[in-house]
């Protein structure tokens, strides 16, 4: 079995979390995990979701992704090209599938990255276009928000955050943001 990453490189037997059976590079650490090894060992986990939330507000400051990362992988049993997953850290890196077999390859330091932020035994879920999607929009309202503190100065974005979560909640609600709409909506 070759690495999905350098064709020139067969893939030798390894353990992930302990009992989690692999197939592992000796050249560039990625690992290779077949997927009825994978359900196996996943029936021994705790069953969790993690929620997008979670993941797009972890910072992993200290993990750099390895150069393949961003090489396109072969499936070492099927052949297929992988599909991609975006974990969506501050560094973001990706986590690929066989659509085929079902297999996944992790790149070098990216399964105890996984294992950190708690989706290692929930892989599915980065596959999903929902979860993916979620992910995206805690990342944007994140940046927005920075944003708006970068603009306003802390004191000020602060009292906006408060305003906002107090019409949001509100009955009335809508009437208050159109009035503020209405006040910044003249000629200058």
């Known amino acids: 079995m070759e690495c999905p990453k350098d064709r020139t490189v067969t893939l030798s037997d390894g353990f992930l979390s302990g009992d989690l059976a692999v197939k592992h590079c000796p050249e560039c650490q990625g690992n290779w995990i077949p997927p009825d090894e994978y359900d196996r060992w996943k029936i021994s986990q705790e069953q969790r979701e993690v929620p997008p939330t979670q993941v797009a507000r972890e910072m992993a400051d200290n993990f750099v992704p390895a150069r393949q990362d961003m090489k396109a992988g072969l499936c070492p049993e099927c052949k297929r090209y992988l599909s ?101 909506d003249k000629p200058q």
């Open 84 to 184: 991609r997953a975006k974990v969506m850290v501050r560094t973001p890196f990706y986590v690929e599938r066989c659509p085929s077999c079902g297999g996944i390859w992790c790149d070098r330091g990216e399964w105890e990255l996984l294992e950190e932020l708690g989706l290692h035994d929930t892989l599915e879920q980065l596959f999903s276009s929902d979860w993916q999607a979620q992910v995206r929009s805690v990342v944007h309202a994140d940046k927005e928000r920075l944003a708006t503190i970068d603009k306003l100065g802390p004191e000020v974005a602060e009292m906006v955050f408060e305003l906002a979560e107090v019409l949001e909640n509100h009955p009335n609600g809508d009437f208050g943001v159109a009035y503020l709409m209405r006040r910044f």
